[in-house]
Nanobody, 121 residues
Framework: QVQLVESGGGLVQAGGSLRLSCAAS??????MGWFRQAPGKEREFVAA????????YYADSVKGRFTISINNAKNTVYLQMNSLKPEDTAVYYC????????????????WGQGTQVTVSS
C-alpha cells in the first residue's frame, strides 16, 4: 500500500521559514513533487526532483526561496521554505510518480493528505 504522509505545516509570519516533510512508503518512485492549492484556486506546481538527486525543478514564484531535497535513507522528501510571503498560504501536497519529472499535477499517481501553511502579514 502506497503512503505519502506530510508534516511540518503551520502558521508563520511573513519572512519566516517552515520545513515540510513527506515520508514515502509502499513502492519505488522516480519523481517526487510538491504542489499547493489556495482557496478558490487550482492546484499548482511548487517543486520536484528525482529520487536519484539529479535535477531539481521550481516554480518561478518560489525559486530562490524554497528548496526541495531527499533523504534516501529515510525515504523522505523535504521542502524548506524561507522568506515566506502571505501569497504562499495554501494546503501543500506531496506527490509521487514514476518516470520523468513533469509539472502537471494530473500526471502524479500518488498524493499525501496535505498540510496547511498559513503566512500572516
Amino acid at each position: 500500500q502506497v503512503q505519502l504522509v506530510e508534516s511540518g505545516g503551520g502558521l508563520v509570519q511573513a519572512g519566516g521559514s517552515l520545513r515540510l516533510s513527506c515520508a514515502a512508503s509502499g513502492r519505488t518512485f522516480t519523481t517526487m513533487g510538491w504542489f499547493r492549492q489556495a482557496p478558490g484556486k487550482e492546484r499548482e506546481f511548487v517543486a520536484a526532483m528525482r529520487w536519484s538527486g539529479d535535477g531539481t525543478y521550481y516554480a518561478d514564484s518560489v525559486k530562490g526561496r524554497f528548496t526541495i531535497s531527499i533523504n534516501n535513507a529515510k525515504n523522505t522528501v523535504y521542502l524548506q521554505m524561507n522568506s515566506l510571503k502571505p501569497e504562499d498560504t495554501a494546503v501543500y501536497y506531496c506527490a509521487a510518480k514514476r518516470l520523468a519529472v513533469v509539472l502537471n499535477p494530473g500526471a502524479y499517481d500518488y498524493w499525501g493528505q496535505g498540510t496547511q501553511v498559513t503566512v500572516s502579514s
